[in-house]
């Protein structure tokens, strides 16, 4: 199974980027989806995450502000960031739980400048 991710960069605080990611190798598709994120000298953290349902979950830092959906068809996973905040700076990682075991992406850094 791997999941590719796609759409970090950098961008200036107030400002928009979306994520992409999708899971190819696996006859199964993913019950959940979703993004975590890890800043330098931080341990990884939920962003959130999305079910095959279409439920999802948000970490209170960034509800209102990003939003998570997925593709069942396609297997991915997007997430669109919105009013970027400097802390919002980290590698995200995606992640996919299918068949109950759990896969990780190669992360993509999202950098937010002043």
């Known amino acids: 199974v791997q999941l590719q991710a796609s759409g970090g960069g950098l961008v200036q605080a107030g400002g928009s980027l979306r994520l992409s990611c999708a899971a190819s190798?696996?006859?199964?598709?993913?019950?959940?989806m979703g993004w975590y994120r890890q800043a330098p000298g931080k341990e990884r953290e939920l962003v959130a995450t999305?079910?095959?349902?279409?439920?999802?979950n948000y970490a209170e830092f960034v509800k209102g502000r990003f939003t998570i959906s997925r593709s069942n068809a396609k297997n991915t996973v997007y997430l669109q960031m919105n009013s970027l905040k400097l802390e919002d700076t980290a590698v995200y990682y995606c992640?996919?739980?299918?068949?109950?075991?759990?896969?990780w992406g190669q992360g993509t850094l999202v950098t937010v400048s002043s």
């Open positions: 992640y996919a739980d299918i068949s109950r075991s759990d896969y």
């Open positions: 190798g696996s006859i199964f598709s993913p019950n959940v």
């Open positions: 999305v079910t095959s349902g279409a439920v999802t």
